[in-house]
């Protein structure tokens, strides 16, 4: 049973869920009063799958196993993907490797950028990290390594070992 009416002024606990009558309702957090800035009224949670490509669109397209996963709250996506064992067979090696089929993209002037940890990637030893970013209105991510720690460039399929390369991350993005 979902909590449908609360009535009454300081209202010390609740015993089940409220549910709103009609979408787009939330709860003001931190305020006695109703105010836009600390109006709480979108969560969501899922999980999304992502096509690994050696072009932004089109191109070829590998195979990964991957469990990814994100939570969104108010304009804030936080997402985290796990994928494991990325084949490269007939993708390009010069080429990018990009990460399409995500659930959000950045909004207008914002970017999404994050870490990860990797198994089984070519990385040399003057790249001193490998990242994941994406562009404002961009559907589509792309893994950049830092080299000589002077700036980020766009990492090659070549890097990833084919079939068992493995990359894990977390990245944030504004919506």
């Given at each position: 049973?979902?909590?449908?009416?609360?009535?009454?002024?300081?209202?010390?606990?609740?015993?089940?869920?409220?549910?709103?009558s009609t979408a787009s309702k939330g709860v003001h957090i931190g305020v006695t009063s109703a105010t836009a800035a600390n109006l709480l009224d979108d969560f969501e949670e899922g999980t999304f799958d992502v096509t690994i490509r050696d072009?932004?669109?089109?191109?070829?397209?590998?195979?990964v196993t991957q469990t990814n996963k994100y939570v969104k709250i108010g304009s804030?996506?936080?997402?985290?993907?796990?994928?494991?064992?990325?084949?490269?067979?007939?993708?390009t090696g010069g080429n990018v490797l990009?990460?399409?089929?995500?659930?959000?993209?950045?909004?207008?002037?914002?970017?999404?950028?994050?870490?990860?940890?990797?198994?089984?990637?070519?990385i040399d030893n003057n790249v001193y990290d490998l990242n994941v970013f994406q562009n404002a209105g961009q559907s589509y991510a792309a893994f950049l390594q830092n080299v000589d720690n002077s700036g980020s460039t766009s990492a090659p399929v070549s890097l990833f070992d084919n079939g068992t390369a493995d990359v894990f991350g977390t990245y944030m993005i504004q919506v």
């Open positions: 049973m979902a909590l449908t009416k609360v009535i009454g002024l300081g209202l010390g606990n609740l015993d089940d869920n409220i549910t709103f072009a932004a669109s089109g191109g070829n397209t590998g195979s804030f996506v936080w997402m985290q993907f796990n994928l494991i064992n990325i084949t490269t067979t007939g993708m990009y990460l399409t089929g995500l659930p959000f993209t950045p909004a207008t002037g914002s970017y999404g950028s994050g870490s990860v940890i990797v198994n089984q990637v070519n």
